[in-house]
């Protein structure tokens, strides 16, 4: 990990099942910003059964009967295709990542020598899976979705005591349903993870739009993860709750701006970009009228008014009752 936000652009399955839409997000997620671009790596028979429903979410965004098999068949990306965009995000710039959902599938990425794995919120229950992600001593980043508290302690516990240490992992609260009500996203249990399990925190978002995953930053998360698409209208489970490429461009902008906004020192002080307009902006104590050498200055002859470069009105009970030290004009700054 880094110190600043990992952001990672989930291409998931959006390329459809074929190679150049693949390299085409690769080159979206390279021009937006993001640090890692990342696809799914599973075999259909190895993920679900043959006779496995479609979620809700699925079947509303899929126009056609194929099963949850015949539907993931279609998006498998071949361990040619992961060499071939492994080399392609080398040349863009960006880095390659991949969820694994089997054994074997991760074993296959851990050959490809990635940096990190992600755990997807699927498999948070899923004990040797757990097991052998830990196996291989690499940071783990870990969603959430669909989980309790209880649970995300399990599988946290899981993977310390099969050996990766805690410092190399990441959770990320997430809500598995696509798109995410804003009623569900409940933020703040991303806090409450980091609090009790006292580990690096994140958020995967699943809403539309980018609001919540640029407020989950602000509220500390270092890792960030949104799904995006090259159209939210081509044909797919997860297009319609995914960014097009000029919203991914904008929440990287965004997320970029709001960690330089959380990075000071946190003590109240001037900024060196305000100094300028302090004395502008501020107020001294003016001679409201005329005042004569020797004049009492009184409520009745001073005033405040810019600029600020007098005697501070924080100072008007210590002025008032004292002598004139010489003529003053109207609207001159008081000496004494």
């Known amino acids: 990990m880094k110190n600043q936000v990992l952001i990672i652009a989930e291409a998931g399955v959006n390329h459809n099942g074929n190679l150049e839409t693949a390299k085409e997000l690769v080159d979206k997620a390279s021009i937006a910003g993001a640090d890692f671009v990342k696809f799914q790596t599973f075999k259909a028979s190895g993920l679900v059964t043959k006779s496995a429903e479609r979620a809700a979410y699925q079947n509303y965004n899929t126009e056609n009967s194929d099963s949850q098999y015949e539907m993931l068949k279609k998006l498998e990306l071949s361990e040619d295709a992961h060499n071939i965009l492994i080399e392609y995000c ?38 040797p899976y757990l097991r052998k992600i830990a196996s291989f001593k690499k940071p783990v980043i870990m969603s959430t979705g669909m989980a309790s508290m209880q649970e995300v302690t399990e599988a946290f516990d899981v993977l310390v005591n099969a050996g990766l240490k805690k410092e190399n992992i990441t959770i990320v609260h997430c809500n598995t349903e696509y798109p995410t009500p804003m009623d569900d996203v409940n933020l703040r249990a991303m806090n409450r993870i980091g609090k009790e399990l006292d580990v690096e925190i994140g958020y995967s978002d699943h809403t539309l739009g980018i609001e919540v995953p640029i407020a989950a930053v602000a509220l500390g998360a270092k890792v ?102 010489r003529d003053f004009k109207e609207d001159e700054l008081i000496e004494i």
Do not use: C, Q, Y
């Open 224 to 325: 960030i993860e949104k799904h995006f698409t090259l159209d939210r209208n081509l044909p797919g489970p997860d297009h319609r709750a995914s960014l097009e490429p000029e919203e991914l461009k904008l929440m990287v902008e965004s997320i970029r701006n709001i960690e330089k906004a959380i990075s000071g020192s946190g003590k109240k002080e001037p900024s060196k970009s305000e100094m300028k307009n302090k004395d502008i902006a501020r107020k001294s104590i003016i001679a409201s009228k005329e005042i004569k050498k020797g004049d009492k200055l009184t409520e009745d002859n001073l005033t405040v008014k810019r600029p600020g470069n007098g005697i501070s009105p924080m100072k008007w009970d210590k002025v008032l009752g004292e002598t004139a030290s």
């Open 90 to 127: 080398k040349s863009k710039g960006i880095k390659f990542l991949s969820t694994g959902f089997d054994l074997d599938t991760l074993e296959f990425l851990n050959k490809l020598n990635i940096e990190l794995f992600k755990i997807p919120s699927g498999e948070i229950t899923n004990l």
